[in-house]
């Protein structure tokens, strides 16, 4: 059934964006803005496909994957918390960096194939009607997603950490006076977050399409960024924004196969130009007060700074 | 032992600009790291960068010409930027200059040099200006964040452009190859000694030294100091904040679009596809290191252009991808931001207090 | 008995200034230990120290007998030391509780909502609150909040808790109130640093005061062995307190009538609602009330920062509420606004671009599109004279300048235009003895000129001082007008909660 076909090409097609926007939203909630998505996936994808190569293991690959994302990500982390730098120019430095570093070790595992990862139905649910397909029978890396999206909300607010970041991320000086450690919060959630990132690279080039390829991923790095907004900094608004997103590439997809006058350049454009009017409606919702913005993001906090 | 951190009253201009000068220098040992990890010597590289684009006249006039559009984009960059606006389209403003220029080209029919010429420049200028216009509009009227819309609307304008060259403008003498007709004698620029350098150059060097009065002499100049230093401030001043951020950004993208304008009179002379491997998101870092100078847009740019020209050299010679180059003005950046700490604060060592 | 707290010789510098030098002093255990001083003495430089937010240059602290250093909040924490800030150290978008479960050390890794709230609710219940657990904070009024401030000391056993200016958010009954709640705390044996410069409050529940002044000790005081007199010579260093010779040069020309004025805010809830006031000529009408009644909100419609959503304002008979001719009237109305640095100034600009940020397209200051750097200076040199401004080398940066100087700075600008009416938003707050003379004198002079001043305070005395007139707000509306000479600080407080004059 098209449907089904749909949906699950929707599904597939959201997953590394819905890994990438749940890693910018913990960017996000502790205060710090990282705009090196984009360079942190491709990272995740070279460093988790050579791993993988390399070892014969699909998991070492995507472990691979998340170290190399956390410790670029570690990067930004150290110079936007501790040396309290500009953060969106570390961010764009560390997408520049990214995409460079990538195509420089990248050329030796250009062409090689791959066996990705293969899907694993779940017994039971992959037979229900329309979304059983879709959503039970998927590789493993999608069920890690959901995964991760119930974790993060019962991190943020069912767990001290949770709140304790959520409150850094608000008013720093308030979580400081209260003995919460900015900095130490900040960087782990920028390194951790930068991790998780970069699974959603690995998603890429291990189960999407097992291969590398330079700058793979095609500016879905800086369509979760305008996704976190889109989300309200909530995992579950992520989840329902990345298939939103993946669901029109999968239609793009189709026109393109069915063979449509329209120009393949045209469809191509449509994913942007979808994001930007998602943005502009997310952000009149949020001058609106309809959700708000972790206060204190953007802002690097100096205990010392007099007013 | 521990030490403590303490922001410093007001540092020193020697001791900044020393900092910039040794952050770019460790960035360069760094990636002189990363090359020989890909096996490639650094020394030699570095010495064939330095060869191949100020060794030669003909090298010289190379790295102008791929300083021509840096100088163009970077001074769109940090226009916009001294109002604390972030245009990273400059990439797609540059395309949607070009696109304009290239309409005029190859369909207007003119046949006057001069007639044409303008035309195409005040079509790249418009092009451009919309396209940046777009996005500060939207940052004007509803406070929609400008880097993630200037940036997607880059991939829009690539896509856009490819979309003409491979369809609608497909030279149909071209051999299918992804590119327009090549543009009569009317529409080129001049080009000088023999090389590939064309008006474009010293039409940037003005376009920096109108940029230089306007900033530092005219109200308007003034008026978007005070905006960029405090928006709040410049509101309760009368300012109109909302129209000055949609005019700096619409001037921002047409200056970027007058990049794209010459680079296809003066260069390529018809429009194809990749007319710039990046030079938007190089003006990035052209502003950021210029600071707020725009004598200093013009020495940055040709230090980028060395670069540019070296990244090329390195291509042919060493086969290194192109995309290196944006590791290295990572790089570069990481350290300008690291070296920035040390300039607006002090790092004291303390003993544990009796 | 052995003091609980004592400070040695602390020192603490910023670049360029001094805040403590070498002070020390010493709590007891069970005591309420007032540290007086006027703004900018180190009062609050003092506590970030003691609190761990700041590091000492030099100089010690022992707490309980033993020797400490804190190199962050949580050390002071671990010891029992906790601080209600002047600026409320509260996530406004979290609820109560979880602003609350902040300050807890003791939590569960996953934590079970139902049992911490009724025990939260327990504590809240004992000291009387009526406050709503899941409610976001940035509902709560002022003074609720305050509560949950102390709240958060109280659930984690603070054995000293430092006040700083609690009672500068609080009505007099309100303030009572906590120090009632204050001695309640004594009698179990806490200890207490309360700071404040007001004289009256330091008077009733201090047992012991210590006066800082520019960063120095000067000395401690036990109950009984002072007077607010000696308390006010000590702090401001002569012996005279200044009096004001203050003749009313009010007429009955009205400059500005407000009616049924109601304004929204982002949130659309009303900051102003119904509003009328108006002013006279000449005088100096002061304005009453708890911040956050809406005072920012009516200095900023006047200044055409905000409009009106209802309601009239008339400027000598001309309507000006949201007409075409507003403009060229609110440029006859001057704004001395309520955060200097935030939105006052343009940080990085030299004090010369500052002073010309309002006038720079006149005629006098341009050719054409082209600025006149010589008018421009020119300017700036007669203005530094003018108003005494201590601006510092050419090209510095405005930011760089003391606070006192800044809103020199600013106030000569405003007043460079000759306003008819100026609008001055806590214009002393934050600013030693000496500037706020300045700003007052700058005040009554130009009353007596004819000009008209809206002067919006925290301050009772201050406003007392020069009022013609006082109004007092509160949840948007104006209450009702006293007479400065007739009136009471009772009375005032009490319309300052909303209650209605008799």
């Known amino acids: ?307 | 032992m521990i030490f403590a951190i303490e922001k410093r009253g007001a540092p020193s201009k020697t001791f900044a600009f020393t900092a910039t000068v040794l952050s770019v220098l460790v960035a360069l040992a760094v990636a002189g790291l990363l090359l020989l990890a890909a096996g490639v010597n650094p020394l030699a590289a570095y010495r064939d960068i330095v060869v191949e684009s100020l060794g030669s006249l003909y090298g010289l006039s190379e790295t102008l010409v791929k300083t021509t559009p840096l100088l163009f984009t970077g001074l769109a960059v940090s226009l916009a930027f001294r109002m604390q606006i972030w245009n990273i389209g400059a990439e797609g403003q540059l395309y949607m200059g070009a696109c304009g220029a290239s309409y005029i080209a190859l369909f207007s029919g003119i046949e006057n040099h001069l007639l044409m010429i303008t035309t195409m420049f005040l079509a790249a200028a418009l092009f451009g200006g919309c396209w940046g216009g777009v996005a500060g509009f939207l940052r004007a009227r509803l406070r929609v964040n400008e880097v993630i819309v200037t940036l997607l609307m880059n991939y829009i304008a690539i896509l856009w452009v490819d979309y003409l060259i491979y369809g609608p403008w497909r030279d149909p003498k071209g051999f299918n190859f992804p590119l327009t007709a090549q543009f009569s004698e009317a529409a080129r620029l001049s080009e000088y000694f023999d090389t590939r350098l064309h008006s474009g150059f010293f039409l940037g060097l003005l376009l920096a030294l109108l940029l230089y009065v306007f900033m530092e002499r005219t109200i308007w100049g003034y008026e978007i100091k005070v905006i960029g230093s405090n928006p709040a401030a410049a509101r309760y001043a009368g300012m109109k904040t909302g129209a000055a951020i949609f005019l700096v950004m619409f001037l921002s993208g047409a200056i970027a679009g007058i990049a794209g304008f010459s680079e296809v009179a003066g260069l390529q002379n018809r429009l194809q596809h990749g007319i710039s491997p990046g030079y938007g998101y190089t003006a990035i870092i052209i502003a950021w290191l210029a600071k707020r100078s725009a004598i200093g847009v013009v020495i940055v740019s040709f230090l980028m252009g060395v670069l540019l020209v070296g990244g090329d050299s390195l291509q042919l010679i060493w086969q290194l991808p192109v995309a290196f180059v944006y590791a290295f003005q990572g790089l570069i950046l990481f350290f300008l931001l690291g070296s920035d700490f040390f300039v607006r604060y002090r790092v004291r060592f303390r003993r544990k207090a009796a | 008995m052995q003091p609980l707290l004592q400070i040695q010789r602390i020192r603490k510098t910023f670049p360029g200034v001094i805040a403590l030098d070498e002070v020390s002093f010493d709590v007891a255990p069970g005591e309420i230990h007032t540290l007086l001083g006027e703004n900018g003495a180190g009062k609050s430089t003092l506590m970030n120290v003691l609190t761990g937010l700041y590091r000492p240059d030099s100089g010690g602290m022992m707490f309980a007998g033993q020797p400490v250093n804190f190199s962050s909040p949580r050390g002071s924490l671990a010891c029992g030391i906790g601080m209600v800030h002047q600026h409320f150290m509260l996530v406004p978008a979290h609820t109560v509780f979880e602003n609350i479960l902040m300050a807890l050390t003791d939590l569960p890794r996953l934590f079970n909502l139902d049992r911490l709230k009724e025990r939260i609710r327990k504590v809240l219940e004992e000291f009387g609150l009526e406050i709503d657990l899941d409610e976001p904070v940035w509902k709560l009024s002022i003074g609720a909040q305050q509560w949950i401030e102390l709240i958060k000391l109280l659930m984690r056993d603070c054995r000293l808790l430092i006040l700083d200016e609690p009672t500068a958010v609080l009505t007099p009954q309100e303030a009572e109130r906590l120090f009632l709640f204050l001695q309640q705390l004594k009698s179990q044996g806490k200890s207490i640093i309360f700071i404040s410069h007001k004289m009256r409050e330091v008077m009733e529940i201090s047992d012991r005061v210590t006066i800082l002044k520019k960063g120095r000790a000067v000395t401690t005081l036990q109950r009984g062995d002072f007077d607010e007199n000696l308390l006010a010579s000590l702090m401001i260093g002569d012996d005279r307190i200044p009096v004001w010779d203050k003749v009313s040069a009010a007429t009955d020309n009205l400059v500005l009538e407000i009616k049924g004025l109601a304004v929204r805010n982002d949130r659309g809830l009303a900051d102003l609602d119904n509003f009328n006031l108006d002013l006279r000529q000449g005088e100096i009408l002061g304005i009453a009330g708890i911040a956050g009644n809406g005072q920012k909100a009516l200095a900023e419609v006047l200044t055409g920062l905000r409009d009106a959503s209802a309601g009239r304002i008339s400027a000598c008979g001309v309507d000006i509420t949201n007409s075409s001719a507003r403009s060229s009237y609110i440029a006859g109305i001057a704004h001395i606004p309520e955060d200097r640095k935030s939105i006052g100034i343009a940080p990085d600009m030299t004090v010369d671009d500052n002073l010309i940020m309002k006038s720079f397209k006149r005629p006098a200051f341009r050719r054409w599109m082209f600025q006149d750097r010589k008018a421009i200076v020119a300017n700036a040199r007669e203005k530094i004279d003018r108003f005494a401004i201590k601006a510092g080398p050419v090209g510095t940066p405005i930011r760089l300048l003391s606070g006192g100087n800044i809103q020199k700075v600013i106030i000569a600008r405003e007043l460079s235009e000759k306003p008819a009416v100026l609008v001055a938003l806590y214009p002393t707050r934050g600013l030693d003895i000496g500037s706020a003379e300045y700003v007052h004198k700058v005040m009554v002079d130009g009353c007596r000129n004819g000009m008209s001043s809206l002067l919006i305070s925290e301050d009772l005395d201050e406003l007392l001082k020069l009022s013609d007139r006082i109004a007092v707000m509160f949840r948007g509306r104006l209450i009702g007008y006293v007479d400065p000479a007739n009136t009471s600080r009772e009375e005032i407080g009490l319309m300052m909660a909303g209650e209605a004059r008799k």
Not at chain 1, 34 to 46: K, S, Y
Not at chain 1, 108 to 127: C, H, K, N, Q, Y
Not at chain 1, 193 to 211: D, F, K
């Open chain 1, 1 to 307: 059934m098209i449907v089904e076909i749909l949906l699950d090409a929707t599904v597939r097609a959201g997953t590394p964006i819905l890994f990438a926007t749940l890693g910018a939203i913990i960017n996000e909630r502790a205060g710090i803005i990282n705009l090196g998505i984009e360079g942190l996936m491709l990272i995740g994808a070279l460093a988790g496909f050579t791993a993988a190569h390399l070892s014969g293991s699909l998991a070492v690959g995507v472990l691979a994957a998340f170290t190399a994302a956390l410790m670029a990500g570690a990067i930004h982390g150290f110079i936007t918390v501790q040396l309290r730098g500009n953060q969106i120019v570390s961010g764009l430095a560390l997408t520049m960096f990214g995409i460079g570093i990538t195509a420089l070790f990248g050329r030796s595992m250009v062409g090689i194939r791959l066996d990705g990862f293969t899907r694993l139905a779940i017994p039971g649910l992959s037979e229900l009607p329309i979304v059983g397909k879709a959503f039970f029978n998927q590789d493993p890396l999608i069920y890690l997603s959901f995964l991760l999206t119930v974790l993060i909300w019962v991190f943020f607010y069912r767990s001290r950490w949770g709140l304790a970041l959520r409150s850094v991320g608000e008013n720093p000086a308030a979580a400081d006076t209260c003995g919460i450690s900015v900095s130490l919060y900040r960087f782990c959630a920028v390194a951790v977050g930068s991790g998780i990132v970069g699974i959603g690279g690995a998603y890429l080039s291990l189960a999407y399409t097992p291969l590398w390829m330079e700058n793979m991923s095609a500016g879905r790095g800086w369509i979760a960024v305008a996704l976190v907004i889109f989300a309200s900094w909530s995992s579950g608004r992520a989840m329902l924004g990345a298939y939103l997103f993946g669901g029109l590439t999968a239609l793009q997809l189709r026109f393109q196969a069915m063979g449509t006058e329209i120009s393949a350049h045209i469809l191509q454009m449509l994913p942007y130009v979808f994001t930007i009017v998602v943005l502009v409606i997310s952000t009149i919702r949020l001058e609106k007060g309809a959700s708000q913005q972790p206060a204190g993001l953007g802002e690097a906090y100096d205990r010392e700074d007099r007013k």
